[in-house]
């Protein structure tokens, strides 16, 4: 009887053991259930955020005019003036510091690349009158346009195909290119093809 008993009391105890293990392993999965959530959900609006400033990007205005070619001149519409320009680049610097670190990180160092491009193209043109600023966003029109083409490329392969990848360490590398990438990179640019030429047909005009 009292060996049943004490069988009885023990099976109780472990019972009970038992389910405060599951529930709190229960509770462990829930836990990292929301945040893998809730990380998911900041990465989609990342990305989503490089969609809209890939759009941006590529936006251009027309010159009124036609080329020899028979084509319709335009230009960037992001420096349609000083205003404009001032704007995209608080919006774009907003942009990248608020979400790089949901952005995928080959993806990141690009945004990365492109606000030291802008910083550059800020230095030449804040001694240029705004009135000249069509005639050089058609000449660094492409920039911008491979700019949104990559960005956009790179957003829509995570949001179809990387969204899960999440991997801390992967995230903890470096978050801009080497200063040898970035100066070749930056070497193939129409802005640093013209940069010189461009300041001394512009500035004081």
Not at 5 to 16: C, E, K, P, R, Y
Not at 131 to 149: A, C, E, M, T, V
């Amino acid at each position: 009887m009292l060996t049943s008993s004490i069988f009885a009391l023990v099976g109780v105890i472990l019972g009970a053991i038992l389910t405060f293990v599951l529930n709190k392993q229960l509770k462990q999965d829930e836990y990292k259930t929301r945040i893998n959530e809730k990380i998911i959900d900041k990465r989609i609006n990342a990305h989503e955020a490089i969609l809209e400033m890939s759009k941006l990007l590529r936006t251009t205005i027309s010159k009124q005019s036609i080329s020899e070619t028979g084509q319709l001149q335009t230009y960037v519409g992001m420096i349609a003036n000083k205003e404009t320009f001032e704007n995209f680049k608080t919006r774009y610097y907003e942009l990248e510091n608020f979400n790089n670190h949901w952005l995928d990180p080959e993806l990141n160092k690009y945004t990365f690349f492109i606000q030291e491009y802008l910083m550059n193209l800020d230095l030449l043109l804040k001694d240029i009158d705004e009135k000249h600023y069509p005639d050089i966003g058609q000449i660094i029109k492409p920039d911008f346009l491979d700019f949104s083409h990559r960005l956009e490329e790179s957003a829509v392969k995570f949001l179809t195909k990387g969204i899960y990848d999440y991997k801390k360490e992967y995230y903890e590398k470096e978050s801009y290119y080497d200063l040898n990438t970035t100066n070749e990179m930056f070497r193939k640019t129409k802005l640093s093809e013209n940069y010189k030429k461009l300041k001394e047909k512009y500035i004081g005009t």
